[in-house]
């Protein structure tokens, strides 16, 4: 059964960064396109971005283009979102997902991400 597992978030004041980190476990985590979501307090989950099988193609929400990073080692089943110069609207819980999808994945729907892990917390303070 395939899990994923984020871990890395906490309290951070304004400008400064986090690194979240999502490891996977029994799958083939080289096959599957990996995205990051996020999810305020009584608000929709929110696409964040989406990096491709092979790590060569990623896309990212007009809201953090510039300010964070996706990455992945698939050597390690890892899956990476840095953040940089983060905002207090950043402030959610966020998870990673997993998607079949091999091509579009700029316009990949939520939907189409069928594993997600438990979230973790994201604060930043004003």
């Known amino acids: 059964q395939v899990q994923l597992v984020e871990s890395g978030g906490g309290l951070v004041q304004a400008g400064g960064s986090l690194r979240l980190s999502c490891t996977a476990s029994?799958?083939?985590?080289?096959?599957?396109?990996m995205g990051w979501f996020r999810q305020a307090p009584e608000k929709d989950r929110q696409f964040v971005a989406v990096?491709?099988?092979?790590?060569?193609?990623?896309y990212y929400a007009d809201s953090v283009k510039g300010r964070f990073t996706i990455s992945r080692d698939n050597a390690k089943n890892t899956l990476y979102l840095n953040m940089n110069s983060l905002k207090p609207e950043d402030t959610a819980v966020y998870y990673c997902?997993?998607?079949?999808?091999?091509?579009?994945?700029?316009?990949?729907?939520?939907?189409?991400?069928?594993?997600w892990g438990q979230g973790t917390q994201v604060t930043v303070s004003s």
């Open positions: 997902a997993r998607t079949p999808v091999k091509v579009g994945l700029a316009d990949v729907d939520i939907s189409e991400f069928d594993i």
């Open positions: 029994g799958g083939i985590f080289s096959l599957y396109a």
């Open positions: 990096i491709s099988s092979t790590g060569g193609a990623t």
